[in-house]
């Protein structure tokens, strides 16, 4: 018993020392700092837990259980309340949209799956940082979809021009948020700058849009009704599509099919 009683601490001891260098690691990574040595004490309890419920969660997913796995991510020492809290944001202005649905054939063929990143069709992943960008965002990833499929440019288009210059579309600030139809109702009508010349800054400024180093212009866009089989549709044979989800799954997803029981 005394033999196991030491084994025992020696395990839990490892797990601590454990735990200890991915919070040391994690701060690192992600520039985490904290007003006071109780605040710090706080999250490195959260992010313990966190590690829990990842190490919960991709036990199901290695025996086949789950469709996507999780990680450590820069919102580890985040409560799942907190996450949901950060999530939340309000549009200002009823946006003024034109779109028509998308009408696809019945018989349409679509393919069993496709992946559009081995097609060159998205671009490097972005951080929005702690913005309310994400609508921003979701319209460039389909912008520079459609120009890689159509046009065979690969360019990062700005999110911040559209943070900085489509309010009077209905979009919002960092706090107030947006939506990506009106997005493309901007670009539709001035076109979008590169984010190159045009980078983010995670928050939103003066419009410094600039017509002469326009690099896409759209004709319009098109809504996809609400169903799945649409969606299938759209996304097998157009390209990357612009979405909007309940993210609240998100706070720790590392890679992987994300479905069922926590997506809408």
Known sequence: MKFLAIFATVLFAAAASTNED?????????????????EERTRFGIFQSNLMKIKEHNARYDKGEETYFLGVTRFADLTHGEFKDFLRR???NKPRLHATPTVFP??????DSIDW????????????????SCWAFSATGALEGQNAVLNNVRIPLSEQQLLDCSGSYGNGD???GGIMSAAFEYVRDYGIEAEE????????????????????KIKGYK?????EEELRKAVGTIGPISIAMNADPLQLYFGGI???RGCT
């Open 174 to 176: 960092c706090d107030e």
């Open 106 to 111: 019945e018989d349409l063929e679509v393919p």
């Open 90 to 92: 309000r549009i200002k």
């Open 197 to 216: 010349s045009y980078p983010y800054k995670s928050i939103e400024t003066v419009c410094q849009y600039d017509a002469s180093k326009t690099i896409l």
């Open 117 to 132: 990143t081995e097609k060159g069709a998205v671009l490097d992943i972005k951080d929005q940082e702690d913005c309310g």
């Open 22 to 38: 991915q919070w040391i690691a994690f701060k690192q990574t992600h520039g985490k700092t904290y007003k006071s040595l109780l």
């Open 258 to 260: 994300l479905s069922g």
């Open 223 to 227: 809504n996809v009704t609400a169903s």
